[in-house]
């Protein structure tokens, strides 16, 4: 595929910005020209007809939710709702400048104060803040307000965080890059939290647990009253990775299983696409316990009025330029607004609905680790379809399917995993097609096992070759080299 | 592949060469199959100090990251510098070119505690 | 409910399948106190029309879009060719999923490759990222990369950051205990670096500054033993200024709004990051990396994975993983449009229109710039009277300035901080002369 440094250049395009209005003068002039750039960077100059096909061309080599099925688990990838994307711009809302007046934005603030309690609504807990744009941006806010809570009580000593073996990667990561070190709890044969392991690690050096519910296996753990009462019992706190929330969306409030700081997944959960990798927004709610110590400027409402408030001074400070991920928070509010109660509820239907449904047919040809009923998601095995077939062999001939493959490889704790996660935006139609291409490449593996491992057949490229982009990094353009398409 | 029956190995898939009070160090063949291509070795510095369980050196493949556990105290004094340009020589030559690191044993009668090589493929057998 | 395919006879057959009776069995696995502690919010669904009609009315109580923006501080008023919102539309890019099945996400990995290539090509760097959050976090997460690499426990900053992105810096500097020694700024607005703190993992300074000044970087990295210099800049500015990676610099951040991005109250952001050879290994954040497929035909994939948080989890160089790709794409497209000539073009038109507003403002009695040091498209006055009555008086005249608190941080008191970009017209300028007490 052509980049667009492979694409024919032409003088300098003109056309986008008029001619200077004010007396021009010689850039030496106004800035010393030891500041001053020698060499111009090596970007094409293209015209419009030329950049228009360039990213047309590009944009079909893509698959996304509007082309099928995108069952990756813990992603939620349901359907994006158009009307979100025309609400997002508005110039009422995309043309206000973060450091304007808080009266001259009480449209945006508006919506960013009821989301707030929205969100607080459906978490069951009094404090929200907007900034974290990301899940592991949420993570990394609740850990830093663990810390902060602990400093207060002058429990210096509670260092670690205990975390399932399911966890998913942010978890550690964003407990690490707060400075904790983490404990890995085992999960029982049943997949969820071992209470055995979990007495064991707790002592005065825990800071408190991240819990993914439903855990990543798609089960609901069943003792999470016991789990979070159990470290509130030692002193600890708990946080709850919101990337599952739509298993439960409606019916349960994690407020209400015993959780200190729950983050939501706006691109997951609540409808905001996914945009090849971001932008997300990763709001978080938080007990009692924690508001006093949220980021500033919290957005507060004084008399009718929307005011930024910084009067915390236990805050934590800032973890976002300014309020976060505004445009994303306007879709959120859209979706939230258009669903209502009732709509929360016949999402998480949905989701389980469909996600045991294909579990029910699927693990008739593969193997089930966890054979019980599942939440939004459930995890499969690769293993045992065929001698030398491997999962990742199953997601690629999926691809020659029309189908995006679900996640695979995680959780680590079982083998050759396959995630699946359908939302509850997939017609049965979808869902049927589904399980037929798994079926097929099912006997494939027995029958024509070259067919799996050879796949991708029919995508834009077929299977690259990773280990090269790893040995040898080419991460820019190869200037001087000649180009190859 | 067999595992040289004059070499040591640990319960973490590595293989220990003694060379009188030295002992040179690499993962076994188990190890790299499960890894997969092997993309970048991070080696440690020669002259540090090690002990027993800590990390002495990271093998990373294009989906996973190993850790090379020391399995005794000691001091690394020979590290393979080849594998910074060729790390696949681990895929390669897992037993003989792939080797990681050469590290002067604390003390000699801690090789004799690893296991032999019948020992590590019942070992291999029972995971 | 729009969004949900099934009939009731869908519902029925699949919980038939299941060998169901009820939905309702299937969350029998949420314990009792937690379902009956459920409470609705009292949320009635509302049609698509009223959502529509109830978004549009917020909107339209934003003023701040009817005013002559002149307000700055990282986020600018920037010219967006048309083109760069309908690349973003195309559904195929903003409905895909991060790009772990490369085979179906070569659209999203080539972008993302451009953007690299293009980051590296504007900063003189080897090495960029696909993205990180916004500038702040991406300037945090230099320092964080700095303090692995060199981990002497403290940081010289410079004073003049803008002010939004050191509060961020010092909480996450605070969480990693790391020690943050502040770096004075001299009369000309430059940072004053004679006597840099010895034994820090890194010097940060951010050009231009929060003054709106040009900092020279020549020789810096010589004067700073080993700490790793990291530089904050304005991507636009980029366009005739030099690049810090000619200076040695080590790591490369900002804030790419500019590039492309409305200024939507601040969100979403694109944090820029790019780094030399050396630092590879410790940098954040996902990259695109160009290998070929079985058939030997050129294709893009995610590289260097290992240092990520999906393999490295507790060990990962950050714990990042949704990032800011449509907001990269937007500004791949931005840059696309405009090419390196473009670049240069709205680069000059910035600096001529801020150093035009400037001699004019320079020519009313009574206001003076604090600041001598060369200056980009931004610049500090001190006005006669009380600022924030002027500041008061402008917004009601039509003009959006940043209050004159946004400068009290730095000790600067009676000051506004003015931003002028290419959009700004003559007629515009003159008239903002005219209301702050000049001549026609």
């Known amino acids: ?234 002193g600890g706190l708990c946080y709850f990775d919101g990337a599952n929330l739509n298993a439960f969306l409606g019916r349960a409030r994690p407020g209400d299983m015993g959780a200190d700081v729950f983050h939501f997944n706006l691109h997951k959960t609540l409808s905001t696409p996914h945009g090849g990798g971001g932008p997300g927004s990763g709001p978080i709610a938080v007990s009692d316990a924690l508001v006093d110590f949220l980021p500033v400027p919290s957005i507060e409402r004084d008399d009718g009025r929307y005011v930024l408030g910084w009067d915390r001074p236990r805050s934590i400070g800032s973890v976002h330029s300014f309020y976060g991920n505004v445009l994303v928070a306007v879709k959120a509010y859209a979706y939230l607004l258009q669903l209502g109660d009732e709509g929360l509820r016949a999402v998480s239907e949905d989701a389980v609905l469909n996600a045991n449904y294909l579990q029910e047919r699927l693990k008739r040809t593969y193997v089930l680790p966890y054979d019980r009923l599942c939440k939004h998601e459930f995890v499969l095995s690769g293993k045992g379809l065929a001698e030398g077939i491997s999962t990742l062999d199953v997601a690629k001939r999926l691809i020659d399917y029309g189908l995006h493959p679900p996640t695979i490889y995680f959780p680590l704790i079982v083998r050759e995993a396959l995630m699946i996660e359908p939302t509850e935006t997939e017609g049965k139609e979808d869902l049927d097609r589904f399980v037929d291409a798994m079926e097929r490449i099912a006997a494939e593996a027995r029958e024509r096992p070259e067919l799996l491992r050879e796949a991708p057949h029919r995508a834009p490229v077929r299977r690259l070759d990773q280990t090269r982009a790893a040995r040898d990094p080419v991460l820019t353009y190869p200037f001087d080299e000649r180009a190859e398409g | 592949m067999g595992y040289p029956a004059e070499y040591r190995y640990t319960k973490d898939h590595e293989w220990v060469a003694v060379e009188g009070n030295r002992a040179r160090i690499g993962i076994t063949d188990h190890a790299q199959s499960e890894l997969g291509d092997i993309v970048f070795v991070e080696l440690p510095s020669i002259g540090s100090s090690v002990k027993a369980g800590e990390i002495l050196a990271t093998v990373e493949s294009v989906k996973a990251v190993g850790d090379v556990l020391a399995p005794f105290d000691g001091t690394v004094v020979e590290v393979n510098g080849d594998l910074e340009t060729s790390p696949e020589t681990i895929n390669q030559s897992v037993h003989d070119a792939g080797w990681i690191a050469v590290v002067e044993v604390d003390d000699p009668a801690a090789v004799g505690a690893l296991l032999d090589a019948a020992g590590y493929e019942s070992f291999l057998a029972e995971g | 409910m729009r969004y949900l395919p099934h009939s009731a006879a869908d519902r029925r057959e699949m919980l038939a399948a299941i060998g169901l009776s009820s939905v309702d069995e299937l969350f029998a696995d949420i314990p009792r106190a937690v379902s009956e502690a459920f409470r609705l919010l009292g949320l009635s669904p509302r049609s698509e029309q009223e959502v529509v009609a109830e978004l549009t009315g917020l909107a339209a109580r934003n003023r701040a879009p009817e005013k002559i923006c002149f307000a700055g501080g990282g986020i600018y008023d920037h010219y967006v060719p048309s083109l760069v919102g309908h690349v973003l539309s195309r559904s195929e890019f903003y409905t895909a999923y991060t790009p772990y099945q490369p085979e179906v996400s070569q659209g999203t990995l080539t972008a993302m490759f451009e953007f690299q290539t293009l980051v590296c090509e504007l900063t ?78 890194a010097v940060v300074l951010q050009s231009p500054n929060a003054f709106g000044v040009i900092e020279s970087l020549e020789g810096v990295k010589d004067r700073i033993g080993d700490a790793l210099l990291v530089v904050s800049v304005h991507p636009i500015s980029l366009g005739v200024l030099a690049p810090p990676g000619e200076f040695g610099t080590d790591a490369v951040v900002g804030e790419g709004q500019p590039l492309g991005l409305p200024m939507s109250f601040g969100g979403p952001l694109l944090g820029l990051f790019a780094t030399r050879k050396e630092h590879l290994r410790q940098m954040p954040g996902r990259v695109s990396g160009r290998t070929v497929d079985a058939e030997g035909k050129t294709g893009y994939t995610m590289a260097a994975q290992t240092r990520e948080q999906h393999i490295r989890r507790e060990r990962a160089t950050s714990n990042i993983c949704t990032n800011s790709a449509l907001c990269a794409l937007a500004a791949t497209a931005y840059v696309a449009s405009v090419g390196a000539d473009g670049l240069r073009r709205v680069a000059e038109l910035n600096v001529e229109k801020a150093h035009y507003l400037a001699d004019r403002i320079a020519g009313i009695d009574g206001f003076d710039f604090p600041f001598s040091g060369p200056f980009f498209n931004e610049f500090v006055v001190r006005v006669p009277g009380d600022a924030n009555d002027l500041h008061r008086e402008l917004l009601e005249a039509g003009y959006l300035v940043e209050s004159p608190d946004s400068l009290r941080v730095y000790g600067v008191e009676n000051g506004l901080r003015v931003a002028v970009t290419e959009r700004r017209t003559r007629k515009e300028l003159d008239r903002l002369v005219e209301a702050l007490g000049g001549s026609r």
């Open chain 1, 1 to 234: 595929m052509k980049t667009i440094f492979d694409r024919p250049p032409r003088e300098g395009v003109g056309g986008l910005f008029p001619e200077p209005d004010v007396p021009t003068r010689d850039l030496e002039d106004l800035i010393d020209r030891t500041l001053l750039r020698v060499d111009s960077p090596r970007i094409p100059n293209l015209s419009e007809p030329t950049v228009a096909r360039h990213y047309t061309a590009l944009s079909k080599l893509n698959y996304g939710v509007d082309d099928g099925l995108y069952p990756l688990g813990s992603c939620t990838m349901k359907h994006n709702p158009k009307v979100n994307e025309d609400l997002s711009r508005l110039p009422g809302l995309t043309g206000v400048h973060p450091h304007a007046d808080a009266g001259l934005a009480q449209g945006t603030l508006a919506l960013l104060y009821e989301l707030s309690e929205l969100l607080g609504g459906i978490a069951g807990l009094p404090g929200v803040s907007l900034q974290p744009v990301a899940g592991a941006h949420g993570e990394l806010t609740g850990m830093f307000l663990f810390k902060r809570y602990f400093e207060g009580r002058a429990e210096p000593a509670r260092r670690r965080i205990l975390l399932p073996d399911s966890a998913h990667g942010t978890n550690p990561a964003s407990a690490a890059v707060a400075g904790f070190s983490v404990t890995e709890i085992p999960s029982n044969d049943a997949g969820m939290v071992d209470l055995a392991a979990l007495d064991a690690a707790l002592d005065e050096t825990v800071a408190g647990i991240m819990l993914t519910v439903p855990n990543t296996l798609g089960i609901f753990e069943e003792g999470i009253l016991e789990v979070t009462g159990k470290v509130h019992a030692a």
């Open chain 3, 124 to 201: 003189g760097m080897d090495a960029a990222n696909a993205s990180l959050y916004d500038g702040a976090t991406a300037l945090a997460e230099a320092v964080l990369m700095a303090e692995r690499v060199r981990s002497r426990g403290r940081v010289a900053v410079a004073r003049s950051l803008f002010a939004n992105v050191r509060r961020v810096l010092d909480t996450y500097c605070w969480a990693s205990g790391i020690e943050v020694v502040e770096v004075p700024h001299l009369p000309s607005g430059r940072c004053d670096l004679s006597d840099v703190p010895e034994d820090v993992s």
